[in-house]
Structure formats: structure tokens, C-alpha cells
């Protein structure tokens, strides 16, 4: 199975769903993008307690990109951030599907606390801002992260969002929309999100939530997957399944 992309500098063509998905890596949400819709997998920035760069992660910090095999490898390095160094992957698999996979790492020590990689997935036509939602953390400590002072926007101090009991996130979550003649499905890997927070037709996600020190490296993965199956249940229950027996890679 190979779905190659069509490169033009920093910009890669998938064919997928049927359609061309655009990924500019360079962008100021660097995503998976199609007529007018998206980002899908798309990075929205860098969190920690207390504060949120959405700029982290764009053409600004941008420092390499490299087409390897079937995967493009973006690699920021945001100002500011301890010596943080975020590499992102977008390469296709199987069943009409794309992995998003993101690795963290920093030179820093004692700096930097419940580190997030913001994700976003959306097919509205204009992208909610972030806001009134319903949060679904990963744990008790993963909760007190919307309310810790990262998040800006005043819907954060109480107001429309929705804090939902902890529950571990896994493979078993999934998000289906009807567009482009056919349904998507997005899938997490266990542990790796610290809250999803779910609005009309988007998804955002906190990747990793934890404390980043020098010598640690985070890595984490999302899978969306485009299908046309008449049986919803039977078709994601096998999607989750190869996600959650799929192999880590051998390296970072």
C-alpha cells in the first residue's frame, strides 16, 4: 500500500478520502486541509501552566522539514520554550488513514510543566474559536490543566465548557462527520492525550500534559481515517483494533 504525496517545496498533496488533502508545514496551523475545510491532524500550538503560545508551532519556528519515505517530518523549534524541540509526522497507513505522530523533547531542567501539544481537527467551515465545549480529561490532574491558566479565552473561567468525570482517552473514542460523500474517524493512542475538548464538528486535543526535562523524549499519535463502510460499528471497532496493535516506530 502506497499513497504517495506530491511535493512543491513546503507543500504535500495526499490523495485521501477520494480527494487531494493539502499539508503546508509552513503554515500558521500546519494541517491536513481540503476545499476550503480543515485542518485535520493539525498542530495548534504549545501550553504549560499558565500560558499558551498558538504561534509556537508555524512557519515562524520553523527549522526543518524533510521528506523521508512516505513520511513529512516538520520540526519546530519555539523561542522561549526551554530549549523545546517539537517534531511532527504526517505519513499515510492503511484503510484511507493518516498518522499524526508527535514527538517532545527539550534541553531544559525544571522549567517546564504540564507541557501540551495542542492538536486540532476540525471540518467546519470556520473553526471555532476555542471556548464553550465539554472537556474530557485523561485523570484528575489532566482536568485542572483548563483552569491552571493556560487557557485565555473566558469561557475557561466557568462559563459554557463542561469538565466530564476523568476516563482514560483511547482508541475507543471516536468522532464521525458526514461530508465528502463519505465519514471520518479519528482515533488516540492511550495515554497520549491529557483532554479532549469536543465543539461543533471539531476536536481539540492536549497531547502529553506532563513535566518536560532535559534527556526525556514524549511521543505521542493520532489516527484519522476516511471510510465508506455501511456498518459504522464493525468498521471502527477494526479501525481501533489496528491502531492500538499498530508498532511504535524503532526510532525517533
Known amino acids: 500500500m502506497t499513497r ?3 511535493v512543491s517545496g513546503t507543500e504535500f498533496v495526499l490523495d485521501w478520502g ?4 493539502t499539508l503546508k508545514v509552513d503554515d500558521p496551523r500546519p494541517g491536513l486541509r481540503a476545499e476550503g475545510r480543515g485542518p485535520l491532524l493539525g498542530l ?3 501550553a504549560e501552566v499558565g500560558r499558551w503560545d498558538p504561534d509556537a508551532l508555524s512557519r515562524a519556528t520553523l ?3 524533510e521528506h523521508r519515505f512516505n513520511r513529512i517530518e516538520a ?3 519555539p523561542p522561549g520554550w526551554g530549549a523545546l524541540t517539537v ?5 499515510p497507513v492503511e484503510d484511507d488513514g493518516v498518522e499524526l505522530e508527535v514527538q517532545l523533547s527539550a534541553q531544559s531542567v525544571d522549567e517546564l510543566r504540564s507541557v501540551e501539544v495542542k492538536v486540532l481537527s476540525t471540518l467546519a467551515e470556520v473553526p471555532p474559536e476555542p471556548g464553550a465545549g465539554n472537556v474530557y480529561p485523561r485523570d484528575v490532574r489532566s482536568a485542572a490543566l483548563t ?3 493556560r487557557e485565555t479565552f473566558p469561557e475557561a473561567e466557568g462559563q459554557g465548557m463542561t469538565t466530564w468525570p476523568p476516563r482514560p482517552i483511547g482508541p475507543d473514542f471516536i468522532t464521525s462527520w458526514s461530508y465528502f460523500e463519505g465519514s471520518y474517524v479519528e482515533l488516540v493512542y ?3 492525550i491529557s483532554r479532549r475538548i469536543q465543539q461543533t464538528e471539531t476536536l481539540r486535543y492536549g497531547l502529553f500534559g506532563h513535566d518536560l526535562e532535559k534527556g526525556v523524549v514524549l511521543l505521542g499519535r493520532l489516527r484519522g481515517h476516511w471510510y465508506h463502510h455501511p456498518n459504522f460499528n464493525a468498521a471502527v471497532q477494526r479501525l481501533a483494533r489496528q491502531f492500538h496493535d499498530s508498532p511504535l516506530p524503532l526510532s525517533t
Open 75 to 77: 520540526t519546530y523549534s
Open 18 to 21: 477520494g480527494r487531494p488533502w
Open 147 to 149: 483552569y491552571d491558566g
Open 190 to 192: 492511550p495515554g497520549d
Open 63 to 65: 527549522t526543518a522539514v
Open 44 to 46: 495548534e500550538g504549545v
Open 87 to 91: 517534531r511532527a509526522s504526517w505519513f
Open 4 to 6: 504517495p504525496w506530491i
